[in-house]
């Protein structure tokens, strides 16, 4: 469980991170536009930070982890943060204006889909995790 708090409070920091870059970085370039700069902030909170608290209260309550979780959250950091890094360079091409090339833009945006889909895939074998162990518990 001593984990779960750890990794939460080292996304919160993340998060926090990531939310200063965004303020500052757009205010130094003097940019007001969208730009996905602005969502890594809520993705290391909501999928950082908010996620492990949960755990940690899942964990507390249904003893869930096993021998698979540690593959299982490696595979979900591994996925939280390239989707996180990738919306960070994606939002800093955007607000210095660089024009990128067809196949520079194509590997930003598949590489943030692949981040994509290692958080989705790691966190459904996760809830059959806990779900066994909820039912477990509960008969």
């Known amino acids: 469980m001593k984990r779960y708090i750890n990794t939460a409070l080292l996304y919160a920091v993340l998060a926090m991170a990531g939310g200063v870059f965004y303020r500052e970085f757009t205010k130094l370039n003097g940019y007001t536009d969208p730009t996905t700069l602005s969502v890594v902030h809520t993705h290391y909170f909501l999928l950082g930070m908010v996620f492990f608290l949960l755990l940690l209260l899942l ?80 008969k």
Do not use: C
């Not at 964990?59 to 593959?71: D, L």
């Open 59 to 138: 964990e507390k309550n249904f003893s869930f982890t096993g021998a698979r979780t540690g593959r299982i959250l490696a595979v979900y950091h591994a996925g939280l943060n390239l989707t996180a890094a990738l919306l960070a360079v994606r939002g800093v091409t955007q607000v210095l204006g660089t024009t990128l090339s067809p196949g520079a833009d194509a590997a930003i945006s598949g590489l943030a889909g692949g981040g994509h889909i290692l958080l989705g895939v790691s966190l459904v074998l996760l809830l059959l995790q806990i779900r066994r162990s909820a039912a477990s518990v509960h």
